[in-house]
């Protein structure tokens, strides 16, 4: 048999551990998108393919 307080503290734990892994993934995801952009950047030729760059970054955000 299960204990309604056991219920509450799982559901509780599980609620935590869901928080727990939606902002690591939400910080991987994040670093992944600045190492593209970082990238992305650093392929320009000149600085007027730089500023190209830049302007397409901020566009797209």
């Known amino acids: 048999m299960v ?3 056991m219920c509450g503290t799982t559901r509780q ?3 935590a551990m869901f928080a ?3 902002d690591l993934l939400h ?3 994040e670093r992944a998108e600045h190492s ?3 990238t992305f ?3 320009a ?3 007027h393919d730089l500023e190209r760059r830049m302007r ?3 566009m797209a955000d």
């Open 13 to 15: 734990w599980e609620h």
């Open 20 to 22: 727990y892994l939606f």
């Open 41 to 43: 950047l650093a392929m």
């Open 3 to 5: 204990d309604a307080r």
């Open 56 to 58: 397409a970054v901020e």
């Open 27 to 29: 910080r991987l995801l």
């Open 45 to 47: 030729v000149d600085i």
């Open 36 to 38: 593209r952009r970082d």
